[in-house]
């Protein structure tokens, strides 16, 4: 019936219409499938290298998260979460094989849902900088409950900003987060470019949601990808993040944990041969 439906959108010229609301896929390559997510107020093209890399032996699916970068924001009454699950679930499990997954912070956290809640449907699971917990990743203390006040603060004040103040907060916080100096504006036009209500709600849930616990059920083979160069300043070291990592997913029993070496969020920008080597040798 869906395929019907889009049929018919396409003959009646409609069709943009009918994925406004959904996933943009930019399909390339053959072989094993794999299914690259970007994170918050990120672009499918922040896998562009990536993609090109693996396409050689793989079909990589490079998403964009509706209400991200140019994609068209949705409906999120049930949630953030719950609706790019959902989503992604379609996604997957319109697919002719498990897939592996690929996602980078959000996206990362979306694919530990998933290979909780559809299995059968995914073969291994890459994690960039990413934890089952956001908040306790900068306050060992938090909870679900004790952070929905600043969670609950951190998005109204990103609603109340202008159009300008938010541009600028995001190139003032940027530079945190890669240190490839082509790639940093690229990164803040794609915020500016997001829907904001999707980013903000997105942030919200992501503070207020704890899976550590639920990985003790979760078998898929992951690898997780660590960055913790940009905390340096801050008194982190490789040691001290790493040890966050592993106590985060220490309930996972298929694990990996590699830390990137001088990356800070954006590995695959700031440490790229180094994350095509971790990624290339768990895949075989």
Not at 95 to 109: D, K, T
Not at 199 to 217: S, W
Not at 269 to 275: G, L, Q
Request: contains cysteine.
């Amino acid at each position: 019936m869906k395929k019907l439906i889009l049929l018919f959108a396409f003959i009646f010229g409609s069709l943009s219409l009918a994925y406004s609301q959904q996933l943009q896929a930019d399909i390339t390559g053959k072989g094993p499938k794999i299914i690259l997510i970007p994170g918050l107020a990120s672009s499918g093209e922040v896998w562009q290298e990536t993609a090109s890399f693996l396409s050689k032996n793989y079909e990589c699916h490079v998403l964009t998260l509706p209400g991200f970068g140019a994609n068209a924001a949705m409906d999120l009454s049930e949630g953030f979460l719950v609706t790019m699950e959902k989503l992604l679930t379609d996604y997957i499990e319109e697919q002719s094989e498990p897939v592996i997954l690929i996602g980078h912070s959000l996206g990362g956290f979306l694919s530990l849902r998933l290979s909780k809640s559809i299995p059968d449907r995914i073969h291994k699971a890459i994690i960039v900088d990413s934890f089952p917990f956001y908040s306790a990743a900068f306050n060992p203390a938090a909870t679900p409950e004790n952070m929905k006040g600043m969670a609950n603060q951190m998005k109204e004040l990103m609603l109340a900003q202008s159009p300008e103040q938010f541009r600028a907060q995001q190139q003032a916080s940027m530079p945190m987060m890669t240190i490839n100096s082509e790639k940093l504006p690229i990164a803040v036009e794609w915020s500016v470019q997001s829907d904001r209500t999707t980013i903000a709600q997105a942030l919200y849930e992501l503070m207020i949601t704890d899976f550590r616990k639920e990985l003790e059920v979760v078998k898929t083979p992951i690898l997780v990808l660590g960055a913790w160069a940009s905390g340096k300043n801050y008194g982190l070291t490789l040691e001290s993040v790493g040890k966050s990592f592993a106590e985060q997913y220490r309930l996972a029993e298929n694990l990996q944990i590699e830390m990137a070496p001088t990356a800070h969020h954006f590995i695959m920008w700031d440490n790229p041969e180094w994350f095509m080597e971790k990624v290339s040798a768990f895949l075989q």
